[in-house]
């Protein structure tokens, strides 16, 4: 790899050849501003949030799709840079609900954390509004398009790394906006709910439904962990408050998958907290099942064990469990005297 | 799979057959469509005109249970136009001249004759398998739930070497794994035959190791499979079982027949999350923790053993799995006492060897380390059989092909074939008890084809009978050319429409898998049937 030396807000900074300014100043720990950009994403240069004032350059170029040569000297927050961006937040805000304080959004959307950062507490540009009703006919998640700031990358997301392609831009100029072919609601195109799109929207556009109203982000914690269903073996982040899960992720660090899921382990979270649960061992009795302790239904299942006799015992484990529970499930059967243990890996 | 599934996307070629890949595996079902994207060619060969077909280079709709003679028609082509890979087949394997004799009748005419294919697309796509540098197979249940499952393996593997497309990135052999952890249920030894890390139970010297490290003498036979343990209980001779984390009662084939085992059962404990169809029939029920509330380890349909990690304490009196067999084995006399999951797990890696480098630390570091790893210097295996096969030689095996158990006759005239959807997952009780997916996808329909549909007077949407010799259940008919005359489908999923009292349970006598996607059954309109 061919290194170029490049100095950003003064600081010499060694990378490689290709990479865009915005990488380059990841790689030396400096921030800039992005809505539309996504390293998994092809870049698209649309948002202008990341633009950068360079040394000689006539434009402010957008840091995301514009490639380091050898000596450049960038400056990411100087006058004119900022300036910019300020207008660019006050152009976004004028098309902006400003309902942050019921927004499920807030705490963690990119246009609320760059209008603090720069000071922008309202629009320059006072003009008509955008009206589109909340779209909520699915049962995964809600889109409402008011709040949209077109940065395009659920579309991206959705014919990139999905591949469904259910939704683009439509229209132009004002009326432009995100949507399924034809104005139809998502459940009538060929989305197919991974909710990808509601975990790369950097606003409150795209929200999951069953999370909501269930805790503001600086609440949840989120817990690292693999998705319960099939074999991919996605890494996923359950949302936690307290002891209730109320949202989930995919988590990017996982090497399966690299952040992306589908629709059941996005939002097929729920059932962990479903009224069904078992939540008391039970002993069948005349045909009912009554609650017992644990300690009398432990006893009753070993007398039965015991009185079975190695021959006439034996278990199927599980392919839903950890491997830990599959380990002492067989490693009892078998001190128990039966290698009649077995799962469902055939089914 | 012998590969990874980020080798999915630089793959040359990718054959996929017998699995539903977008909907059984939708993030891999992304990895295809990234694939295809980046220039790959698609050969699909299925029953059903599944998405991943509207895409492919050449479709090959095969009629259920005819998997051998389509590989052993392609490996015919293979052969015949000189396209097979002679280097590896020297350098590689043994065996190649006996089956190169058994596939010389597998003409393309032939193979279209039992399989309803083209013969023209069989060419077709023997000639695309053959020329790719790298190809990868991929496959699932559609392959193996036959009773000819490991012959059908045995032709894929077959049709795979003579190509030397397995041992290199992005080319192989890769069945794609259903369960969060079949994996590693397999890897942890429950399975009849095999402790941990697949080491035989008849093995006198795993034996000794084994029973030197837990301080018991054990049985050296092989224990009953599922099957076998349910045909004992009807026969008396299984006395007491105990399920974790299984739902039988809605995922095993022929019903109605599983049903009367459990009946006959002296003693049933069910450890599961939920009250489901099968602890209906327990003794004794244990609340078992969901995968939020505890720690431990998958392993994925990619040999990466990945921590799972707590995320809310229990609910009710719910415990862990692990506690709730180890409080078991306390009390009928056995001192465990392992204070953590981790305890168990560094038992685990102990006595198998295939997992020995592998610690929770690592595992967390490493966002999860593919087996084999012999030692904590390893950086685990990313794909397997490079340069060799565990057996050294790769082995073909002669295969012919054998007609599924049922065949469509005039009582019984359709076959079913059973498969997933995108939604639910297996007996659906996690996901039908998730509000969303519920709502989305809340009944199951039969698959007929409109022809089949038209002979038999029913319309979208009319409530049906679907017989088979095994039992009968209604459903509502859903018509669509995905399906070929003759065949229909279903998912496995609904307790409501419970398809598997229809199945077959006739196993495959090597894998003892039932044949649960080729059942003859007859189809019927209720209404019509009032009428009468």
Redesign the interface.
């Known amino acids: 790899m061919t290194k170029l030396n490049v100095t950003i807000n003064g600081l010499p900074v060694e990378a490689e050849a290709g990479m865009t300014i915005l990488e380059a100043a990841e790689l030396a720990g400096i921030d800039i501003p992005t809505f539309c950009h996504d390293p998994q994403l092809v870049g698209a240069g649309a948002c202008r949030i990341c633009i950068v004032e360079v040394e000689n350059a006539r434009n402010l170029p957008a840091s995301c799709v514009t490639p380091i040569w050898d000596g450049m000297v960038i400056n990411t927050e100087s006058d004119r840079a900022v300036q910019a961006r300020k207008a660019n937040l006050s152009l976004l805000l004028a098309n902006h609900p400003l309902d942050c304080l019921t927004c499920e959004k807030s705490g963690a959307c990119s246009l609320q954390d760059y209008c603090y950062k720069y000071g922008v507490s309202e629009t320059d540009y006072v003009g008509e509004g955008k009206d589109y009703a909340v779209e909520d006919s ?3 998640y809600e889109r409402d398009m008011n709040k949209c700031i077109l940065c395009g990358k659920c579309a991206r997301v959705c014919h990139e ?3 469904a392609g259910a939704i683009d831009y439509a229209f132009r100029g004002f009326t432009s906006t995100i949507s399924p072919a034809f104005g139809e609601p998502v ?1 009538n195109s060929p989305c ?3 909710g990808m799109c509601t975990d790369i929207c950097p606003v409150g556009a795209l929200t999951p ?2 999370s909501k109203g269930k805790g503001r982000v600086w609440e949840i914690n989120k ?13 996923i982040d ?1 949302h ?1 408050k307290g ?3 109320v949202g989930a992720s995919g988590n990017r ?6 952040g ?5 382990g996005h ?8 009224p ?9 009795k005349d045909g009912k ?1 009554e609650e ?1 302790s ?1 300690d009398e ?6 007398d ?44 | 799979m012998t590969n990874s599934i980020d080798e999915v996307e630089n793959a040359d070629c990718l054959l996929i057959s017998g699995s539903n890949t977008t909907e059984a595996h939708p993030v891999i079902g992304y990895r295809v469509r990234k694939a295809l994207k980046n220039g790959a060619k698609l050969i699909v060969i299925e029953p059903r005109r599944i998405e991943l077909a509207d895409y492919a280079d050449v479709f090959v709709q095969i009629k259920p249970g005819t998997n051998e003679a389509i590989f052993n028609g392609l490996l015919h082509v293979i052969i015949k136009e000189d396209l097979y890979d002679k280097e590896f087949v020297a350098e590689r394997t043994e065996g190649f001249e006996e089956v190169k004799a058994a596939v010389e009748k597998y003409t393309p005419e032939y193979v279209a004759e039992i399989t309803g294919a083209n013969a023209e697309d069989i060419v077709e796509a023997a000639r695309i398998y053959a020329a790719a540098d790298k190809a990868s197979v991929l496959y699932t249940m559609g392959i193996t739930q036959h009773s000819s499952g490991t012959n059908n393996v045995l032709a894929i593997a077959n049709l795979v070497m003579a190509t030397g497309n397995i041992g290199r990135e992005s080319t192989g052999m890769n069945p794609l794994r259903g369960q969060n952890n079949v994996q590693g249920a397999c890897d942890m030894g429950a399975l009849p035959v095999v402790f941990t890390g697949y080491q035989p139970v008849v093995d006198p010297a795993a034996n000794e190791k084994f029973s030197k490290a837990w301080g018991v003498s054990l049985n050296d036979k092989p224990g009953l499979t599922v099957t076998e343990i349910f045909k004992g209980a009807k026969d008396g001779t299984v006395k007491a079982v105990y399920i974790m984390g299984e739902n039988p009662m809605i995922s095993d084939a022929d019903l109605n027949h599983l049903e009367e085992s459990l009946d006959k059962l002296e003693f049933l404990v069910v450890q599961d999350i939920f009250l489901t169809e099968t602890a209906q029939y327990a003794d004794v029920v244990l609340p078992a923790c969901t995968f939020a509330e505890k720690d431990g380890t998958f392993v994925n349909t990619e040999r990466r053993v990945q921590k799972v990690n707590k995320a809310i304490g229990p609910i009710g009196e719910s415990k862990a799995d692990w506690e709730i067999i180890m409080a078991l084995a306390n009390k009928l006399g056995i001192d465990w006492n392992y204070g953590s999951a981790e305890d168990v797990f560094k038992e685990i890696t102990s006595l198998t060897p295939s997992y020995a480098g592998i610690t929770y630390q690592r595992l967390e570091e490493e966002e999860g380390i593919q087996w084999p790893c012999p030692t904590e210097d390893h950086p685990g295996t990313k794909f397997l059989h490079q340069g060799k096969f565990s057996r050294g030689l790769g082995k073909f095996h002669p295969i012919e092909h054998q007609p599924p158990a049922e065949s469509p006759d005039e009582d019984y005239p359709f076959i079913l074939t059973t498969g997933r959807n995108l939604y639910h997952y297996h007996t659906a009780s996690m996901t039908g008890r998730s509000k969303g997916i519920k709502e989305f996808s809340f009944e199951d329909t039969l698959r007929i084809n409109p022809e089949d549909a038209a002979a038999l007077g029913v319309a979208d949407g009319d409530m049906v009978k679907v017989a088979s010799r095994r039992g009968e259940i209604q459903v509502k008919a859903e018509i669509t050319d995905t399906v070929g005359k003759g065949v229909v489908f279903m998912t496995f999923h609904f307790s409501d429409s419970p398809v598997n009292k229809l199945t077959n349970c006739v196993i495959d006598p090597i894998a003892k898998i039932p044949e649960l996607k080729v059942s003859a059954v007859k189809v019927e309109k209720v209404a019509e049937m009032a009428a009468k």
């Open positions: 699915n049962p995964f790394i999905n591949g459940e197919v709910f991974c439904k069953l817990v690292k962990t693999i998705c319960p269903y099939c074999g991919t073996g996605c890494a359950l936690v002891n209730e899960i660090e996982g090497l399966a998958n690299k992306h899921v589908c629709v059941k939002y097929g979270w729920d059932f962990v907290h479903s069904d649960r078992l939540t008391k061992p039970l002993i069948k099942f017992a644990w239904a432990l006893s009753l299942v070993a039965k064990f015991k009185a079975a006799g190695a021959e006439g015992l034996a278990g199927l484990s599980s392919a839903r469990c950890t491997n830990e529970d599959n380990y002492l499930f067989q490693k009892l059967l078998r001190m128990m005297g039966s290698n009649s243990v077995d799962h469902c890996a055939r089914l």
